[in-house]
Every structure is written in C-alpha cells, then in structure tokens.
C-alpha cells in the first residue's frame, strides 16, 4: 500500500492519491460505494490497476482503527 498511496502538497492539495496520478483515494471509494465495480473502474480509468484500488480501500480500512467512534449526528 505505501507504494501506491501517496501524499503530495503538490497534487489534489495533499490529499491521498493513487501512485501521484490525482485520483485521490475518496474518488476511488466512492465509485466503489456508488456500485461500480473494479472492472468498470479499470475500463473508464485504464492508469489504475486493480492493485491501486486494493490500496485504497486498505487504506479506508486502516483509517477505521480506531479506540473510541463518536456518533456524527448532532
């Protein structure tokens, strides 16, 4: 994952991207969330590779360990 995640002021304003190419890591996600599937992904996006969209969601997947989750309704 650390190869293909990478943070950069440069590019997206800092945001995790995959590999510098400025598909920030939450684009991914939300695709994935919206039901495309990684072969749709791939077809519209053909600089990502299946390895890159795996690094994405490990990379959600670590941002969710957590101690302690606070309820976001206010």
Request: hydrophobic letters at 45%; proline letters at 4%.
């Amino acid at each position: 994952m650390i190869d293909r995640i990478t943070l950069d002021p440069a590019i997206c304003h800092g945001k995790p991207c995959i590999r510098g190419l400025r598909y920030p890591v939450e684009n991914v996600l939300e695709w994935l969330a919206s039901g495309m599937t990684v072969e749709e992904i791939l077809a519209d996006y053909e600089d990502l590779e299946r390895e890159d969209i795996l690094a994405a969601l490990a990379f959600a997947a670590r941002l969710t360990h957590t101690k302690r989750f606070e309820s976001l309704a206010a």
